[in-house]
């Protein structure tokens, strides 16, 4: 009897084609509406392909959450490849995440080691780019760094432009594409990048009909036939269009699909998009929470716990140690000392992941103290992901540490 459940589970029908195909790491084989920008981006790029005078172009996209920045870059760095290779030519697109590469140093790194299969152990930032410039120079390789949410960057951003920009021999290498958010752009981008760059191209926010389009296409390539009707389609672009962001209804398509499933609905009813819509928080890039580090998890987890059990809004450094340190001991992971710990909290300031408020309390400023939130989303939906993340890395035997 508890087999057949079982066996039914995993052997019957689902609504998915094809699930991989809405995950946010899934680079689609189109991309509708936003043709203009992929050949302004052409445009842009040309320089790399012509054979004799090559120079390095510096371009950015900018635009709000869910505007297709980081799928629109993926897809053209691919097409770009592609279209050199074609013609003999050597350009290697390089795509860095800053949310998960937060330095100059550790981008220089990885480029060294695991695309150039070179130690850089021992050697400063320097050598390496100067290693990394020698070799491109001699396999005359066109280097396009993509560096997605560069302002996490800081002042590493520009060096990095820099290190490109000292070419040998009037030819340059490196070349660069920036993503960020309008908002990123204004605060901490569009001074220092002013003059540097060469374009920059604005993603322009998704309409309804565009938005019903993309979803349409994006439902095609991921469940069966008949599973969604256009009517949930239009639900589903009427709900996005509050925010214009496509994560947004891609996100509702997914985990109605999901619970399609679960509760062996067919079609997909209103129903289940209502479900969906209070799991999804369109500005929380979910793909964010995959690329944290183990121990940024742990933390994350103990933060949502405390304010769960509190029912609280926000919480205080205190408590959300001695929570990170039962969590940690319940599963048998070493725990961080409380400086790192506090170290931890401040990388996830940064990325935007938690709020740190400083309030007053009594005079001076050994009265004031840090309380940690989280940003625009439900404990529970936030617990819920979190833990998610940490069942997956325990059941595919990562070692967490
Ligand atoms: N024109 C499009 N066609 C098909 N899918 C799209 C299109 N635009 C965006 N998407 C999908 O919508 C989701 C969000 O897009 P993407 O991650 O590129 O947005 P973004 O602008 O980088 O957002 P953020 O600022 O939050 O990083 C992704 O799943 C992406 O594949
Ligand atoms: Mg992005």
Not at 76 to 95: N, P, Q, S, T
Not at 223 to 230: C, S
Not at 344 to 366: P, Y
């Amino acid at each position: 009897m508890g087999e057949n459940i079982i066996e039914k589970a995993l052997l019957g029908a689902s609504v998915f084609k094809n699930e991989e195909t809405l995950h946010p790491a899934f680079i689609p084989p189109e991309l509708p509406n936003r043709e203009d920008q992929l050949v302004r981006l052409s445009h842009d790029f040309k320089p790399l392909l012509n054979k004799d005078a090559a120079y390095a172009v510096n371009v950015a996209v900018v635009g709000k959450p869910g505007t297709g920045k980081t799928v629109s870059i993926r897809y053209f760095g691919r097409g770009l490849e592609k279209a050199a290779a074609k013609r003999d030519i050597k350009v290697k697109f390089e795509y860095y995440d800053c949310f998960m590469f937060r330095t100059k140093s550790a981008i220089l790194r990885d480029l060294l080691t695991e695309r150039f299969k070179v130690t850089s152990r021992g050697f400063s930032d320097e050598e390496i780019t100067t290693m990394i410039n020698r070799r491109l120079s001699r396999e005359n390789i066109r280097l396009v760094l993509c560096l997605d949410e560069a302002y996490l960057l800081g002042q590493d951003l520009l060096s990095l432009i820099h290190a490109s920009e000292v070419a040998k021999h009037g030819q340059a290498y490196i070349s660069t594409l920036i993503a960020c958010r309008v908002v990123d752009w204004q605060n901490t981008l569009s001074f220092p990048l002013s003059g540097r760059l060469h374009d920059r191209i604005d993603m322009p926010s998704y309409t309804q009909e565009e938005l019903y389009k993309i979803f349409k296409f994006r439902s095609t390539l991921a469940f069966h036939k008949d599973v969604i009707t256009n009517d949930i389609l239009s639900m589903v672009a009427n709900i996005a269009a509050s925010t214009q962001n496509a994560r947004h209804g891609i996100e509702m398509l997914y985990w109605a699909g999901k619970a399609a499933d679960r509760f062996n609905v067919r079609p997909i009813t209103p129903d289940l998009i209502r479900r969906a819509k209070q799991e999804v928080y369109s500005e929380l890039r979910s793909d964010v929470l995959y690329g944290l580090r183990d121990q940024e998890i742990l933390v994350l987890a103990a933060i949502a716990r405390t304010l769960k059990v509190d029912k609280a809004s926000s919480t205080t450094i205190a408590k959300v140690y001695s929570n990170y340190q039962l969590f940690c001991e319940e599963i048998g992971v070493t725990k961080q000392a409380l400086p790192t710990f506090r170290k931890t909290i401040d990388a996830l300031v940064t990325l935007g992941i938690i709020g740190k408020v400083v309030e007053g309390i009594g005079e001076g400023r050994r009265g004031r103290r840090a309380r940690l939130t989280l940003m625009d989303i439900p404990v529970e939906v936030f617990d819920e992901r979190v833990n998610e993340i940490l069942q997956r890395r325990k059941s595919v035997g990562d070692n967490i540490d």
